[in-house]
């Protein structure tokens, strides 16, 4: 992959620093991509300010694959990852080694048991339901309020805003209970009085399979990860008509995929296929989100909504290395729920198509919320036409 050098590397380095990085914050996710795209695929932001420790940047396919799986026992999720994660306590999502494969192995049952009876309205809830016994009746036509949705949505921004913002800030945040710290501490307190009343009234159910913290980040990935790429999916298909047939086959998340980054580092010193030298404990991000706009991977119409090209000449599905496309994470950490949630959404996908047309309403500003969970900024307002 090429790499830039002399004048162009330094005005990157200087975006990259902190006034860049501030500036940019509402759409940092593109703005990251813009200069992995430039950079080749891996950037080294340095460690100079507010004493903030530096952090590599990567989407490069050769170092995903090697921090996930080839050099998978070096690359935990601790020190910072846990400190950022704090609300979600130990569950799977942060938990490691003997915890985390306990966790592993007993999701996997819940997700992967055979033969449980279920109707289409059912199985859509499927998340919430088997997690918290609680049907959120998103469906109905009068549209009902999710009571936690907002606070969700609230909370995993602060999370992505500690990512970017030096510890020293957004702990002091935390502490006079200012800014975003003190949305996300009021956000934590709605989920967690849902959460609590749901354990409260079914505390016999749930005290030996899925506790508060464990249940909050299953709902996090379940219910938002599925809603946000139905979401992108709808406006990519309603801005391209013409391939709206091929997409009965196959819808792609490699544009948009719903959990655009992970965050790892490493417990010993390493050297990157990319030739990058990381230290013990180097904060180290994958972007998931770049990787769907590299030409290097995907060619030129990296950009483009093509469902087509994950079709084989045969009319086949084409598979593609996890390592390529890492929307569910790639490795021994892969998604547990990649396969119900193609399931979820191919039905309600297929379901709408054959049934509606969408039309986009015009003069909407689409752009991805600066957060941990790809949500679109602003809701996507279409008129839906009986077909
Ligand atoms: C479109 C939908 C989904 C996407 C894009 C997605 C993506 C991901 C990603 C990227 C990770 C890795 C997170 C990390 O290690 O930092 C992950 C992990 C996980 N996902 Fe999903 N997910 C989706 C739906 C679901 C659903 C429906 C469930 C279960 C009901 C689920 C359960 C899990 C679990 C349990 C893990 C933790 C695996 C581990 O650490 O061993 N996901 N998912």
Redesign the pocket.
Known sequence: MQRFKGEETSQLAYCCRLPGLLVNLHRVHDFVADFLVASGGTYVVKGSWFGNGGMLITCDPANIHHILSKKFPNYG?RPQFKKIFAELGDG??I?EAQS?EF??KT?HAI?HHKGIDVDLQELIH??CV?LFDYDPVSLSIEFPKFPCKEAFTVAEEGILYRHILPEIIWKLQKRFQIGKENKLRKAVGIIDEFLGNQIASKHEKLKNNVSFQEGC??FL???E??A??LTWFFWLMAKNPDEEYKIRQEIT?SLF???PL??KAPVEADILPSGHRLKPNTKTVLS?YSMGRMEQIWGKDCVEFKPSRWISERGGIKHEASFKF????AG???????D??FI??KMVAAALIYHFEFKVLEGQSILPSPSIILHMQNDLDNNMYVM
């Not at 890492?326 to 994470?329: L, P, Q, R, S, V």
């Not at 021994?332 to 990649?338: F, I, P």
């Open positions: 999720k799977i999502f938990a985390w966790q592993r999701t997700l499927l998340t088997l980040f299953d990935t379940g219910k990860t599925i946000v790429a998340l995929p719903p959990v992970n965050h998931f890492t929307a569910f994470n021994a950490r892969s998604c547990l729920g990649k119900m949630s979820q959404m």
